[in-house]
């Protein structure tokens, strides 16, 4: 087997205990990140600044949902709460991503776009997926919101365990652990209350990019090996989607980006961005 050498000593430089350390790994063959994976204290107080703010929107969200509103009046508010903070939300003009926030409602997995034309109704389940750039650093987030009094039992049921799943799925990160960890304990948990777990989009480093390696699978393969190696300075998030029904998804046609269940069931996902340090995880955008 090929080793894939991402970790590599500046030459000149002699080896830390860390180069070390991560060096014995990937000399087993272990697959490990790469050097600009690890950030600085600096780069990780740039994401929190940025977090603040992510969590901001979320929270001024939360006051605006309930039966009557549009999905536009959500991506409004995240615009001008953004830009008003200074920030710029990280989904507009994302690889051609025409609003400011994702809203995913119901049987939409992730990436539902914000319309005039989509009123929440009591009972409604919808997922808000916020992200937002501050001085050049990246937060991601999201949350799913009940509207109106309440749902019906099993898709409340949905909601709590797919936030179980999210912090199960934190709760087993250690660091120098592996991200199929994560996905072991996510699979485990939504399996044992009888859902499933999508394979099509994983959570994903993050802060000096939207979308950077390691890719951060919720889904547990036995078969695929432990992932990458989890060191401390990764910035990551972790975001499944649950599903009633199937796991299969499709992409609309007519838009390009809403996904939705193949069996039009519903499905819920819980997103956080977090650092690894010594002592294990810390959500960044509480
Ligand atoms: N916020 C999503 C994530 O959690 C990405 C949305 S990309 C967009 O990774 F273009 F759809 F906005
Ligand atoms: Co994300």
């Not at 990937?26 to 950030?39: A, H, M, S, T």
């Not at 119901?106 to 750039?133: A, K, M, Q, R, Y």
């Not at 919720?218 to 989890?230: E, I």
Request: overall charge negative.
């Amino acid at each position: 087997m090929k080793i894939k050498r991402n970790w590599v000593v500046p030459k000149g430089q002699t080896p830390t205990d860390f180069d070390k350390k991560i060096l014995g790994f990937q000399d087993k063959g272990f697959l490990v990140p790469k050097r600009r994976l690890v950030l600085n204290d600096e780069q990780i107080d740039g994401i929190r600044k940025s977090g603040v703010i992510n969590t901001g929107v979320l929270d001024e969200v939360a006051k605006i949902i309930r039966p009557g509103i549009s999905t536009e009046e959500i991506d409004k508010l995240v615009y001008q709460y953004t830009v008003d903070h200074g920030a710029i939300p990280a989904d507009l003009n994302y690889e051609g991503y025409p609003k400011s926030v994702c809203t995913s409602v119901n049987e939409v997995v992730c990436h539902g776009i914000p319309s005039e034309d989509e009123v929440l109704e009591e009972g409604d389940i919808i997922n808000v997926d916020v992200s937002t750039i501050l001085n050049g650093y990246f937060s991601d987030a999201s949350r799913m919101f009940i509207v109106g009094e309440k749902t019906d039992p099993q898709r409340e049921r949905l909601v709590k365990v797919a936030k179980e799943c999210l912090e199960l799925g934190a709760a087993a990160v250690k660091p120098w652990g592996f991200t199929q960890d994560i996905a072991k304990a996510i699979t485990k948990h939504a399996h044992d209350n009888g859902y499933t777990v999508v394979r099509e989009f994983a959570g994903h480093g993050v802060g000096l990019a939207f979308h950077e390696d390691p890719d951060i699978d919720h889904y547990y393969n036995p078969k695929g090996g432990p992932g990458m190696l989890l060191v401390p300075g990764m910035v990551f998030t972790i975001e499944p989607m649950i599903n009633m029904g199937t796991r299969k998804v499709f992409i609309d046609e007519d838009d390009d980006w809403t996904v939705v269940t193949e069996d039009e069931l519903p499905s819920a996902q819980w997103e956080h961005t977090y650092v690894l340090t010594e002592n294990g995880l810390e959500i960044l955008t509480y």
